[in-house]
């Protein structure tokens, strides 16, 4: 443990040095990986000799809810995997999705993975990873069930908060660290939905067409990168299809990209469900079929499989080969062979564990207002709080139809306040709304014109006298309002942007008794705020944000934190700005094209010239920041070269902070389409009051590169880019110009 203990650390402080330290180790973990394949052939060849034909397709489905089969007799464990987008997921029962009722299986609640990306820092996306993988370890796991990567293309995705982002440069920038992190304890990322599972309507048999620049330029570059620069040993097939084949069989996207191009040597695991034959899959590129409750012996890759072998319909040389890289992933994470005696042992639920969530919870909250400074908490005088809002004490570790987390501590917002603040103020709760939903209208999962939760936006009378008197009575009132992991879930989306059990409502009558109110939302994905926005002063957004989430929001209140987070998509003033749906795509019937291209997000909205409510990348903070002198090492860079950017980022405020630089891309005389500008450089950056720190962003000019359909290759264009540094992605500060010969 010792050795490992001085890699992680050593990892940490690359980061720390900026994302290019990060890519070297990744390339250093990629060759190591290489070598263990090597190293293993011929003892993976000799068990695959020794093995039935049965034993080997017993590896290639699964033989419970969350493993495949193992060969006892050879030495060979089942596959054991687990679900963990907010950490690993209890323990269910084998052969269905109850809870097996285990009393040890109590994990740490880690921020979805929305909350990761607003922190638009790369060391808490190795944290996550690393922490996340300790406690996969404690419970004997092989394969984590995650990160998804898919690109925020419709606000009102029910897998928003999970899948963190709608600009394919961050997307891949938090993926890749947060993968070696993970896969540094012995475990193995299985990176999903692979690709284009962008929406839940209709998610089982859609069937997506997306030209190829964008396919290659937005959605695919978070993958790309998870296998070429963090060797991530798995990847999940999404669902749905892709020009006119499911995603588990489908040759150009599993073989030809994936295996022939990018070089993947891991394996491919479905979706659970998500496979539709036998033959084809395999030939097509699925290594592992996952399902859900019937006979195992009855999935596509199982009593099918070994007929269809037994009729010639498929080699047994073809099944080797999947099985050859089952053995080879378990092998390169120590589950098998000499090196198993070393393998991470791991920890769970520890403070340790408890504390990186909080460092994680309290950069991701984004201050979007703060009109009068009334925040941070100015507590001179105030005798009374009045908290209101369901949302307060509202627990999200479980909830909805997507993997959850038993933990023993959710701190809530309520909570996270009454640890804080001091025994001299009285708090004064009050629910304010129900979280209420019409039974009878519920439809089925994964079809919104039936389904999106359907919400009762009405107030009981009873809670809002309550909330009212509770108001009055208080120095100033804090409501926490938003949504949920019920209402935002997967396997549906929801219907508008509308914020429900009539919130608004709530929030307006309890500030006409109390101007004096602060409005907190919690929540993962963009909702309607203009009239909040117009209405409120301050207004905080949060997520669903782990174990230490009330702890961390308390601190940001009170000003021990001061808030860094920035918004990972564009918040719209209403849905019909936003690119999916001012084309009218979304969400399709049986066929959805992604009419908007390669404008995806702050790309369209730019471009289009429309306003946002609030920009990609926007967040407040308690001080304020200055950008001045910003240079580049040359003027002129070949297209193999690394552009250097430099700029000072002064404090000009009376408080330290973290400021997020930004830099952003823009060709105006291209030849070819293009969107108004695209992230291609961030930086973090903590500063102390009053003072300066020089940032420099390494932009490696293969990042301008286009791709050329015509030619299937990357492609840099000549000429002159101006490069854009700035606090969002409306908020640019400086510009400077280079030339790519």
């Not at 496979?275 to 409750?293: F, Q, R, Y």
């Not at 304010?432 to 089925?444: I, S, V």
Request: hydrophobic share 40%.
């Amino acid at each position: 443990m010792k050795n490992k203990i001085i890699t992680l650390s050593l990892f940490s402080m690359l980061l720390f040095t900026g994302y290019q330290a990060n890519s070297q180790t990744a390339k250093s973990t990629k060759t190591a990986a290489k070598s263990l394949t090597s190293k293993y052939d011929a003892e993976i060849d000799k068990l695959i000799a020794q093995m039935t034909l049965e034993e080997k397709i017993g590896m290639l489905h699964g033989n419970s809810m969350f493993s495949t089969g193992g060969v006892k007799r050879l030495g060979i464990p089942e596959l054991k995997m687990a679900d963990g987008p907010l950490g690993v997921r209890e323990e269910i029962n084998r052969d269905n999705w109850g809870a097996a009722g285990w009393t040890n299986d109590f994990a740490t609640y880690y921020p979805a993975s929305g909350a990761l990306a607003a922190t638009w820092n790369t060391t808490m996306a190795y944290t996550f990873g690393n922490s996340v993988g300790q406690e996969m370890r404690a419970r004997d796991k092989d394969m984590l069930l995650s990160p998804a990567i898919n690109i925020v293309r419709t606000p009102l995705g029910g897998r928003t908060y999970e899948y963190s982002t709608e600009d394919p440069f961050l997307n891949k920038k938090m993926a890749v660290p947060l993968i070696v992190g993970l896969q540094d304890n012995d475990v193995m990322a299985c990176v999903k939905h692979f690709a284009a599972n962008n929406q839940e309507t209709n998610r089982d048999f859609v069937d997506v067409q997306i030209d190829e620049r964008t396919l290659r330029e937005i959605y695919l570059p978070a993958f790309e990168a998870a296998v070429k620069e963090a060797n991530a040993y798995s990847i999940m097939g999404a669902y749905n299809k892709f020009r006119g084949d499911y995603l588990c069989e489908n040759d150009y996207m599993l073989n030809t990209i994936l295996r022939d191009e990018w070089g993947f040597k891991g394996v491919v695991v479905s979706d659970w469900a998500a496979v539709h034959s036998t033959v084809k899959t395999l030939k097509n590129g699925l290594d592992i079929e996952m399902g859900t409750p019937k006979a195992f012996n009855e999935f596509f890759l199982a009593d099918k499989l070994i007929a269809a072998a037994k009729a010639g319909e498929i080699s047994e040389a073809e099944i080797d080969k999947h099985v050859k890289r089952i053995l080879n992933v378990l092998f390169q994470v120590k589950a098998m062979g000499t090196e198993q005696k070393n393998r991470v042992k791991g920890s769970i639920a520890t403070e340790a564990h408890y504390q990186d969530a909080y460092k994680i919870a309290s950069e991701a909250v984004v201050l979007l207002k703060n009109d009068k400074n009334v925040l941070p908490l100015k507590l001179d005088g105030i005798k009374s709080i009045a908290v209101i809002g369901n949302n307060a004490t509202k627990k999200n570790a479980l909830g909805g139809f997507g993997a959850g987390v038993k933990t023993k501590r959710e701190i809530t917002p309520l909570e996270g306040l009454k640890n804080r603040l001091p025994a001299s103020i009285k708090i004064n709760y009050a629910e304010g709304y129900l979280e209420r939903y019409d039974k009878r209208n519920a439809g089925n999962l994964g079809n919104i014109t039936a389904n999106g939760p359907v919400t009762i936006d009405q107030l009981d009378p009873a809670k809002l006298q309550e909330a009212i008197e509770a108001a009055k009575k208080s120095d100033m009132a804090i409501v926490f309002a938003g949504s949920n992991r019920d209402y935002e879930t997967e396997a549906s989306d929801r219907r508008n942007l509308k914020l429900p059990f009539a919130q608004e409502e709530l929030i307006d009558k309890v500030r006409a008794v109390n101007p004096n109110t602060i409005v907190v939302i919690i929540a993962g994905a963009p909702f309607d705020l203009v009239d909040l926005n117009q209405k409120s002063p301050t207004l905080v957004w949060s997520w669903f944000n782990g174990s230490e989430g009330g702890n961390a929001l308390a601190d940001v209140l009170l000003g021990k934190i001061n808030p860094s987070g920035k918004l990972p998509w564009t918040m719209p003033k209403k849905i019909e700005d936003s690119p999916a749906h001012a084309t009218n795509s979304f969400p399709g019937d049986k066929t959805v094209t992604y009419a908007e291209g390669i404008l995806v997000g702050y790309r369209w909205f730019d471009t289009k010239k429309i306003e946002p409510l609030y920009p990609f990348g926007f967040g407040l903070s308690y001080t304020t920041f200055a950008f001045d002198n910003a240079k580049t090492d040359k003027k002129s860079y070949a297209d193999n070269e690394t552009i250097a950017v430099s700029i000072t980022v002064k404090n000009t405020g009376t408080v330290d902070g973290q400021e997020v630089v930004q830099l952003y891309s823009s060709k105006l005389d291209s030849k070819i389409s293009r969107a108004a500008q695209e992230l291609k450089g961030f930086q973090k950056v903590l500063v102390k009051a009053g003072k300066s720190e020089t940032v420099t962003i390494q932009v490696p000019v293969k990042e301008l590169a286009y791709y050329n359909v015509e030619t299937k290759k990357w492609t840099v264009e000549p000429g002159n880019y101006t490069l854009k540094l700035g606090s969002s992605s409306r908020d640019i500060k400086k510009e400077v110009v280079v030339t790519i010969k």
